[in-house]
């Protein structure tokens, strides 16, 4: 089991940049990947991205590519979601979530699945103002 606290969410302007950052607790996260997913208000949970924990192989979803950055610091168990050039429409709360296990076959459509993530925060609300 891993747990997970997120931190750095706010209210934002277009075209402005964040960073939310996801501290795991767990005793070896070798072989799990930790990604963020986002919710807004009426609207299904959406998968924004993930990375592999060993190789730092990251995949993202189609509405953030180019503009959103996820890394690791493995020194202080940390997931970094950077957030570029952000719009109204990413206005929501963000979760951080951690999947154990090496997939085979697509990875990408595996990772964007909520289902695979057994270990959820609390979330953390960002708020894009136009």
């Known amino acids: 089991q891993v747990q997970l606290v997120e931190s750095g969410g706010g209210l934002v302007r277009t075209g402005d940049s964040l960073r939310l950052s996801c501290a795991a607790s767990?005793?070896?996260?070798?072989?799990?990947?930790l990604g963020w997913f986002r919710q807004a208000p009426g609207k299904e949970r959406e998968f924004v991205a993930t990375?592999?924990?060993?190789?730092?192989?990251?995949y993202y979803g189609g509405s953030v590519r180019g503009r959103f950055t996820i890394s690791r610091d493995k020194a202080k168990n940390t997931v970094i979601l950077q957030l570029n050039s952000v719009k109204p429409e990413d206005t929501a709360v963000y979760y951080c979530?951690?999947?154990?296990?090496?997939?085979?076959?697509?990875?990408?459509?595996?990772?964007?699945?909520?289902?695979?993530?057994?270990?959820w925060g609390q979330g953390t609300q960002v708020i894009v103002s136009s």
């Open positions: 979530a951690a999947a154990f296990g090496n997939p085979l076959g697509n990875k990408e459509s595996f990772y964007s699945d909520s289902d695979v993530y057994d270990d």
């Open positions: 767990a005793r070896n996260l070798y072989s799990y990947a």
């Open positions: 990375i592999t924990w060993s190789g730092g192989i990251a």
